[in-house]
């Protein structure tokens, strides 16, 4: 089966890759990953929509509709339930603008300044993945409880995943250095693309 995974996001294609790879091998299925590039697609989609599954599947379609491939994209971000679940779809611009990594480790370390317990402090991962082949579509979430962290993680930051350094597990690991068997144990994108395999599987998709 092959499938294009709607994302230009380098550390994305990463973990997607890191992902696939282990959950096929898992459930006995065979998946030829595609990534944009490898079909010469530079072509971006504009993400308007209210919710994570919204802009999820506008991508999935956009990416469809330019290669004719089966295509999985997803939209996630992290929620803050003391900050009303900020800044949510607006992760990359919670400051009102694209900003750097440091700029929104900055501004969440100050948004959460007078917040001192763990309990107060907590967030979510989250993401919905959408599938899409011409004819099916396919919808999953994943979600990964944590803590932020009152420093930052001061090295191995991925680049363009500037939470992910403030995100501290339920192990009380920064969720940047998670082990790749860590990974399956709380990364959500893992989740829900288990989930999203199984669902295929059970439809009988090739």
Not at 25 to 43: A, C, M, R, Y
Not at 150 to 159: C, G, N
Not at 172 to 188: F, M
């Amino acid at each position: 089966m092959k499938v294009l995974i709607g994302t230009q996001n380098p550390g994305k294609q990463k973990d997607f890759h890191r992902a696939i790879t282990y959950i096929c091998k898992d459930l006995g299925i065979d998946i030829n990953v595609l990534f944009p590039q490898d079909l010469h697609i530079s072509e971006t989609i504009k993400e308007s929509g209210k919710t994570f599954c919204e802009n999820s599947s506008a991508k999935a379609h956009f990416y469809y509709k330019k290669s004719h491939i089966s295509t999985i994209s997803d939209d996630g971000g992290i929620m803050i339930p003391i900050l009303n679940n900020e800044p949510g779809i607006m992760s990359k611009r919670w400051m009102g603008r694209e900003a750097s990594d440091k700029e929104l480790i900055d501004f969440t370390l100050k948004k959460l300044s007078r917040f001192h317990s763990t309990e107060d402090r907590k967030v979510f991962f989250v993401t919905c993945l959408t599938y899409f082949d011409g004819q099916d579509v396919i919808q999953t979430e994943g979600k990964c409880q944590g803590h932020i962290s009152r420093k930052p993680l001061q090295s191995l930051v991925t680049e363009g995943f500037p939470y992910r350094g403030l995100f501290k597990v339920r192990n009380g690991k920064y969720y940047d250095q998670l082990t790749e068997s860590e990974h399956k144990r709380y990364n959500h994108r893992d989740k829900a693309l288990r989930k999203l395999f199984k669902e295929i599987i059970d439809k009988n998709i090739q």
